[in-house]
């Protein structure tokens, strides 16, 4: 019995070290971020004297962090700068709460991210240009904070990106020449922004395009024609902006598109009839100027004289 009583207490002890085994550099930055952010206020605390398995939102494989998701709970203060030291985080959430303070550059560590969604917060300053070394990524969703500055253009190295969704903040700048590398970008929303300049005609490389959102901005010039040529484009939001010129009748081959919204720009020429009966289209907008007199017979087209 005595054999007994002294033999547990060390497979238990055992028992503890293999099952919980996250390393001490990996913790560390956990406790930084929960500190940083208020963690006695949010709304599921973490026991910081349980093993960081059982930690609320953190997703441990092969004794490393993978996933942070942490949405939703409260987090206000910054994040912390060696938040780049979860080298094996693939997915970072942090989705409605009150983070405020920029976005640390360290994320450009994390070499094996997939996906960073820091939205509905009030971050500020800018997009760090060492988020576009994460060659892993496939989605970057900021939306609704308080960034500034210029989409970088290194943003075009970033060949896995599936969804740039950026609307909401204060960005400014024109929309860079690289994004036509991201051949696998089905999402890309830079609306509510104070972009400028025109589309490149290398949005025409974007073929698995399914929405294109850049309403609201302060773009100018004529709108390419290669836009004609994104075949999967469900939705184009191209409103509030100071475009002009015609709007290409290259749009009618567009035979996926659901959504298209021109309203609020200076085009000076009738629109393609072939447009507004497009066969899938269900909200189109276009709010023509004084000297147009367009015919719409799609129910739902807004057309003002």
Aim: hydrophobic share 40%.
């Amino acid at each position: 019995m005595k054999t007994l009583k002294l033999i547990l207490p060390l497979f238990l002890a055992f028992s503890i070290s293999c099952f919980s085994s996250v390393s001490k550099s990996e913790k560390d930055v956990l406790i930084s971020l929960y500190n940083s952010t208020n963690g006695e206020n949010w709304n599921n605390k973490w026991d910081l004297t349980q093993p960081v398995e059982s930690w609320y939102g953190v997703t441990v494989i092969n004794n490393h962090v993978v996933e942070l998701d942490l949405s939703f709970n409260n987090l206000s203060g910054e994040l912390p700068e060696n938040l780049g030291e979860l080298t094996n985080l693939q997915v970072l959430n942090i989705h409605m709460n009150a983070v405020e303070g920029v976005i640390p550059s360290s994320i450009g560590e994390i070499a094996n991210l997939k996906e960073l969604n820091l939205s509905f917060n009030q971050l500020n300053g800018e997009i760090p240009i060492s988020i576009c070394d994460v060659k892993s990524l496939e989605s970057i969703i900021l939306f609704m904070n308080r960034l500034e500055g210029a989409i970088p253009t290194e943003i075009g190295n970033l060949e896995n990106l599936k969804e740039l969704t950026l609307f909401n903040n204060a960005i400014n700048g024109e929309i860079p020449v690289s994004i036509g590398n991201l051949k696998n970008l089905k999402i890309l929303h830079l609306s509510s922004n104070n972009l400028e300049g025109n589309i490149p005609s290398e949005i025409k490389n974007l073929t698995q395009l399914e929405t294109l959102s850049i309403y609201d901005n302060k773009m100018v010039g004529e709108i390419p024609s290669e836009i004609g040529e994104l075949s999967q484009l469900s939705e184009l939001s191209l409103a509030s902006n100071s475009f002009e010129g015609t709007v290409p009748s290259e749009i009618a081959n567009l035979n996926n598109l659901v959504t298209l919204m021109l309203n609020n720009n200076q085009f000076d020429a009738n629109i393609d009839e072939r447009i507004a009966n497009i066969p899938t289209l269900v909200d189109f907008k276009f709010i023509s100027s004084p000297r147009i007199k367009a015919t719409m017979s799609i129910q739902n087209a807004i057309v003002l004289e």
